[in-house]
């Protein structure tokens, strides 16, 4: 991964954060005040924001030209640890949304009001965990072709044998994410796919919202489990795509035009549709409208008349 999709990627995950935060300050003016439920969405948007700075400052520490040239060395492998800090950022993400599932506010009172219904990982999950499981598995599978057809040493890829009166010519192009490269980021894919499942059950079996109706706490965890889904989808699939872009222009340098194309192709649609799909949150209604609010062309709701 080169340091300028690092600092694409920087740059995108502040403009998202940017903007998630202009979002819901006006979002929350157009809403009564609703105190538990204010509270319930305080704490959310705070583990949101608190898992968003985490990531971006290990993605800016990486990107930094103090940091980016030791870190380039620090394994026996060269640029693995830069090419595994975008799925390192999504662990820690992950960590940061269990500690706040886990810290969820709890039901007061005896009685929970709130009644209790049957919710599920992938319901919870939407639209959006099919696709980001589909990212990684696609990622996954080029990650074992990528290993499988490096050359010795797995950090380049060689051209096509070419045979001449002399003997024979080839030659190689890199950095190429063979299998030292391949391997781990395949691992960190495992354990990044484990942690979204894992986080969804938090929100599946957390606490309901002392007050919430059925709808609004539904809601709720929808709502974390779409900033979830968002953020790693985000933070994954740029990096998957950084690596596929990497192995594109290996293999364009060894005359391997086809495998190149591919490559940049899946790498581009991958890359694109994690922007999309992480900003897409945005545009995410927080919590259906109170009973009784006005609607958005000024009327009200209007009590009819009892019959004479």
């Given at each position: 991964?080169?340091?300028?999709?690092?600092?694409?990627?920087?740059?995108?995950?502040?403009?998202?954060?940017?903007?998630?935060?202009?979002?819901?300050?006006?979002?929350?003016?157009?809403?009564?005040?609703?105190?538990?439920?204010?509270?319930?969405?305080?704490?959310?948007?705070?583990?949101?924001?608190?898992?968003?700075?985490?990531?971006?400052?290990?993605?800016?520490?990486?990107?930094?030209?103090?940091?980016?040239?030791?870190?380039?060395?620090?394994?026996t492998t060269p640029g693995l640890l830069v090419a595994l800090s975008p799925f390192i950022a999504?662990?820690?993400?992950?960590?940061?949304?269990?500690?706040?599932?886990?810290?969820?506010?709890?039901?007061?009172?005896?009685?929970?009001?709130?009644?209790?219904?049957?919710?599920?990982?992938?319901?919870?999950?939407?639209?959006?965990?099919?696709?980001?499981?589909?990212?990684?598995?696609?990622?996954?599978?080029?990650?074992?072709?990528?290993?499988?057809?490096?050359?010795?040493?797995?950090?380049?890829?060689?051209?096509?044998?070419?045979?001449?009166?002399?003997?024979?010519?080839?030659?190689?192009?890199?950095?190429?994410?063979?299998?030292?490269?391949?391997?781990?980021?395949?691992?960190?894919?495992?354990?990044?796919?484990?942690?979204?499942?894992?986080?969804?059950?938090?929100?599946?079996?957390?606490?309901?919202?002392?007050g919430a109706t059925a709808q609004e706490d539904d809601s709720l965890r929808r709502l974390s489990?779409?900033?979830?889904?968002?953020?790693?989808?985000?933070?994954?699939?740029?990096?998957?795509?950084?690596?596929?872009?990497?192995?594109?222009?290996?293999?364009?340098?060894?005359?391997?035009?086809?495998?190149?194309?591919?490559?940049?192709?899946?790498?581009?649609?991958?890359?694109?549709?994690?922007?999309?799909?992480?900003?897409?949150?945005?545009?995410?209604?927080?919590?259906?409208a109170a009973p009784g609010t006005p609607s958005a062309t000024g009327t009200s709701a209007v009590?009819?008349?009892?019959?004479?």
């Amino acid at each position: 991964m080169t340091g300028l999709s690092l600092v694409a990627l920087a740059v995108l995950g502040a403009l998202a954060a940017a903007a998630l935060a202009a979002a819901n300050a006006v979002r929350a003016r157009r809403h009564p005040r609703r105190p538990v439920l204010d509270a319930a969405l305080r704490h959310e948007r705070t583990t949101s924001v608190v898992a968003g700075v985490v990531a971006l400052t290990l993605i800016a520490y990486v990107v930094s030209p103090a940091a980016l040239p030791g870190l380039t060395g620090v394994t026996t492998t060269p640029g693995l640890l830069v090419a595994l800090s975008p799925f390192i950022a999504v662990v820690m993400v992950l960590v940061v949304r269990a500690i706040g599932e886990l810290a969820w506010p709890r039901p007061q009172g005896a009685v929970r009001t709130a009644p209790l219904s049957r919710r599920t990982i992938r319901g919870l999950g939407e639209w959006r965990l099919p696709l980001f499981l589909a990212t990684t598995a696609l990622a996954a599978v080029a990650l074992v072709v990528f290993g499988a057809t490096a050359g010795e040493g797995g950090g380049t890829v060689d051209a096509p044998l070419l045979v001449t009166v002399d003997g024979w010519v080839t030659a190689s192009s890199g950095p190429y994410p063979g299998w030292p490269y391949a391997g781990p980021l395949l691992g960190m894919l495992g354990v990044i796919t484990l942690g979204v499942l894992g986080v969804l059950r938090l929100v599946a079996r957390r606490g309901v919202v002392s007050g919430a109706t059925a709808q609004e706490d539904d809601s709720l965890r929808r709502l974390s489990a779409a900033h979830v889904l968002a953020g790693t989808q985000l933070l994954t699939g740029l990096g998957s795509a950084a690596v596929m872009l990497t192995a594109a222009l290996a293999l364009l340098g060894v005359d391997r035009t086809g495998a190149a194309v591919v490559a940049f192709a899946v790498g581009s649609a991958i890359g694109i549709t994690s922007v999309v799909v992480g900003l897409s949150v945005l545009a995410r209604q927080a919590l259906p409208a109170a009973p009784g609010t006005p609607s958005a062309t000024g009327t009200s709701a209007v009590t009819p008349a009892p019959q004479a």
